[in-house]
C-alpha cells in the first residue's frame, strides 16, 4: 500500500466542480463567530459536493485570510450568499421544499444514528454560534433537530468537526 499522489487524486477544477451535479444539501451558517469554522465549513462542502452555503448573521464572508486558511480555495468552488437575516433566509429554504434540520443539543432533538434521511428531499442544516447556539426561532421552525451522540465530558463538538459528521452520515445514508 502507498499514499496516493495529488496527480492521482483525480480532482475536480473549479469548472469542473461548478458543472457537477450536487448534492441537495445546504449549510446554513447562524452567527458562527470562528472565521477558521467558516473557512472549515467551505472546505468540507467542497469535498461532500454541498450545493450552496448560506452565511447569516454576524458570520464573516470571503474574502478573508482566516477563512482562507482553512478554506483551501473551496470560496472559488463553492457557491455561497451571505443574508443577514436567519430567519428569513430559513422561511425560504422551507418555502423552497428544503427540510430544516437544526444541529443542536435540544430536549427532543433525534440522536443521528436514529434520523433516516429521504434521499429525494433536500436539507438545509444549520449550525449556530459556538457560545450560544442556533437561535431558538430557527428551532422552532426545525422539521427536526438532530443531535450527534457524544460520551466523553464536554459534549461539546467544533462546528468545523460537526458539519463533516452530519453531511458524511447524511449522503451514506442518503445513497443506500
Known sequence: MRKLKNEELNR???IDFKKAEKNRI??????????????SAFRTSDAFLVKKVYLCGITGTPPHREIQKTAL???ES????????VIATVHGLKK??????AIEQADQSTS???????????YALVF?????????????????????????????LNISVSIGIIIWDLLTKMKK
Open 12 to 14: 475536480k477544477s473549479v
Open 26 to 39: 445546504v449549510l446554513v451558517l447562524d452567527n458562527v463567530r470562528s472565521l477558521l469554522n467558516v473557512g
Open 73 to 75: 480555495g473551496a470560496t
Open 78 to 85: 463553492v457557491d455561497w450568499v451571505y443574508e443577514e437575516d
Open 96 to 101: 423552497n421544499g428544503y427540510s430544516i434540520l
Open 112 to 122: 443521528l444514528e436514529n434520523f433516516n434521511p429521504d434521499p429525494d428531499s433536500g
Open 128 to 156: 449556530g454560534n459556538e457560545v450560544f447556539g442556533i437561535n431558538d426561532e430557527i428551532i422552532q421552525m426545525a422539521d427536526d433537530v438532530i443531535e450527534i451522540p457524544q460520551y466523553g465530558t464536554k459534549h461539546s
